[in-house]
């Protein structure tokens, strides 16, 4: 089961990096880490519009990995039963399982931000959910001009 009370973070997988790291290590590892979910997942959301579920298998291993690696388990339970959906060809499981991967994304990026909000500042851009997305899209196709 996806909704099974996973934290957001484990803090400990975390603090192992950080022991591990020096502070400009530990400080590029959160980064980039935080970069490439957030540009995985946007390929993971592009590839689930265009229906095309044999790349978002492989971008929910690539997020069940790296997010893994950091210590998103929200992030990498959700990725798993995603993969596993794509995988099985149970095509309406895993559109359903796309809002959830992204909320996890989003969550993980706010407890990573308030978490490390002294360097926290993956780029490219502001990660938009897919609710952000949709809720744009609506708002300019009901502006007149």
């Given amino acids: 089961m996806v909704d099974d ?14 022991s591990f790291f020096s502070e400009d290590e530990f400080i590029e590892l959160v980064n980039c880490q935080a970069t490439d979910a957030k ?3 946007e390929s993971l959301k592009a590839a689930a519009e ?16 790296s997010c893994g690696s950091l210590g998103m388990r929200r992030v ?3 990725a798993m039963a995603l993969e596993k959906a ?5 095509l309406e499981e895993a559109v359903s399982l796309v809002p959830r991967i992204d909320e996890a994304v989003v969550a993980a990026m706010a407890v990573l931000k ?6 926290f500042e993956p780029s490219p851009g502001q990660y938009t ?4 997305r949709k809720s744009t899209r609506l708002n300019s196709s009901h502006t007149s001009i």
């Fill in 5 to 18: 009370g996973t934290p957001i973070l484990d803090f400990h997988v975390m603090d192992d990096w950080q």
């Fill in 39 to 41: 540009t995985c997942m």
């Fill in 50 to 65: 265009a229906g095309d579920f044999e790349e978002v298998q492989i971008f929910a291993h690539s997020l069940k990995s």
């Fill in 76 to 78: 990498g339970l959700v």
């Fill in 86 to 90: 794509c995988r099985g060809d149970r």
């Fill in 114 to 119: 308030e978490r490390y909000a002294d360097f």
């Fill in 129 to 132: 959910s897919l609710a952000d």
